[in-house]
């Protein structure tokens, strides 16, 4: 199971955290990530981070702005989301994937978690 919790409204150039506690299986064998769904629009990679947390990858409108990490003892993935913008707004869902290593292709995710709304507008 993959519960997410942090959404919620921020103003541009805000910034939330996400988290995701995740339970029912081996947590430091699987990589996990983050994918959105704006409204009206197709469900995209945002980003994904190794077993061991040494390796982090996003997509290009998000870099430099949001932040992956994993806190294998406690079973948590987050993702820090800073300088936030109108069209970061979407559903963010927590994901598990069929690998210990993470990639952007939601073919690779075996597990979705139920999304948290993330609404930025000023």
């Known amino acids: 199971q993959l519960q997410a919790s942090g959404g919620g409204w921020v103003q541009p150039g805000g910034s939330l955290r996400l988290s995701c506690a995740a339970s029912g299986f081996t947590f430091n064998s699987h990589a996990m990530g983050w994918f959105r769904q704006a409204p009206g629009k197709e469900r995209e990679f945002v980003a994904g981070?190794?077993?061991?947390?040494?390796?982090?990858l996003y997509d290009d409108p998000v870099k430099g702005r949001f932040s992956i990490s994993r806190n294998n003892a406690e079973n948590t993935v987050y993702l820090r989301m800073d300088t936030l913008k109108p069209e970061d707004t979407a559903v963010y869902y927590c994901?598990?994937?069929?690998?210990?290593?993470?990639?952007?292709?939601?073919?690779?995710?075996?597990?979705w978690g139920k999304g948290t709304q993330v609404t930025v507008s000023s």
């Open positions: 994901t598990r994937y069929n690998s210990p290593y993470s990639s952007a292709y939601s073919g690779s995710v075996d597990y």
């Open positions: 981070i190794n077993w061991n947390g040494d390796t982090t």
